[in-house]
């Protein structure tokens, strides 16, 4: 019997997924040839021996029995309440439960999202080297991905002058993912400036930092038995105590939820507001990616 050829979709022409492209099969070639391979192209903390918190593992067990058929299509209600109470605490006004989709994962919602925003040939400006997900899915949305770069020699960061001449009528969208992934590189408080905002320093910082108290999901940290303060409400006490300062910049959005948290536990809401890096970066292009 004749076999034929299966025409793959134009839309495939650009995607790339290196994650589990060619230096992958490469990896797993040698693990083969009896080479010890240690894999760390996919974020897997379960690989490495580290375990879902107690408790979580405690409500899956206990809410197998509900969790049987189909939720709402948009999610269940309790957890869409959640995220507009949190967008809510971040300034986010007329959003109810109703307004809020739950996805399976950052992957598929990234997908959802760029479906739902472009039309064809609309372009997103995205960070090169990227995570190559955000490329792929804006290619396979029928949009264009424009990439600014993120150039070794500047310690992988990007130059806001270049990303600005970059937009068109056509940009739809610009992603800053920092800290970075792939590079790692963290946007440092030069494109705070380039933006317009003055910078202040707290008297903990750089060398002499500390930790925010998420601790790496409490993988590098544990509570601390008997502790009168939690890191993060010293550390809006300390930020609300600089002279002149009145926005508390994060670039994580642990720190985000956990700072809002630590303001109302401390009395200091109003004194100082918690803002995520790219919602600055957003205020400073005029609302670009909320259009």
């Known amino acids: 019997m004749p076999t034929r050829t299966i025409r793959s979709s134009p839309s495939l022409a650009n995607v790339r997924y290196e994650i589990r492209g ?9 693990e083969r040839m009896g080479y010890d391979i240690v894999m760390l192209n996919i974020g897997n903390p379960g690989a490495f021996g580290f375990r879902t918190p107690e408790t979580m593992r405690l409500a899956m067990i206990e809410n197998l029995r509900s969790a049987e058929g189909y939720c709402h299509q948009k999610g269940i209600f309790p957890a869409r309440e959640a995220v507009v109470m949190q967008q809510q605490e ?3 006004r007329g959003v109810t439960a109703d307004d809020v989709f ?8 990234i997908d959802l999202t760029l479906r739902a925003l472009l039309a064809a040939d609309e372009e997103v400006l995205v960070p090169s080297p990227d995570y190559p997900l955000w490329t792929a899915a804006v290619n396979l949305n029928r ?4 990439h600014y770069p993120c150039r070794p020699e ?3 960061i990007p130059d806001p002058d270049e990303i600005e001449s970059l937009i068109t009528k056509r940009t739809r969208a610009i992603v800053v993912i920092n800290p970075n992934n792939p590079t790692g590189a963290v946007y440092p408080r030069r494109v705070l ?3 317009g905002c003055r910078v202040f320093e707290m008297p903990r910082h750089r060398e002499c930092g500390l930790c925010c108290g998420a601790g790496g999901g409490r993988i590098w940290m544990q509570e601390t038995p008997g502790a009168k303060e939690r890191p993060a ?21 642990k720190d985000l939820v956990m700072f809002q948290d630590a303001l109302k536990t401390t009395g200091l809401e109003g004194k100082i507001v918690v803002k995520d890096l790219i919602e600055l970066v957003d205020e400073a292009l005029g609302g670009l990616t909320a259009q």
């Not at 739950?102 to 919602?109: A, C, D, K, Q, T």
């Not at 949009?143 to 424009?146: D, I, L, Y």
């Not at 809006?236 to 959005?253: D, Q």
């Open 22 to 30: 060619r230096l992958a099969r490469r990896a797993q070639e040698m």
């Open 193 to 195: 400036e380039a933006i």
């Open 154 to 156: 500047r310690g992988f």
């Open 143 to 146: 949009g264009r991905a424009v």
């Open 102 to 109: 739950i996805g399976n994962g950052v992957s598929e919602l």
């Open 90 to 92: 971040r300034g986010v």
């Open 233 to 253: 409400e010293s550390r809006v006490r300390e930020a609300a105590a600089v002279p002149g300062v009145g926005v508390l910049v994060v670039t994580c959005p």
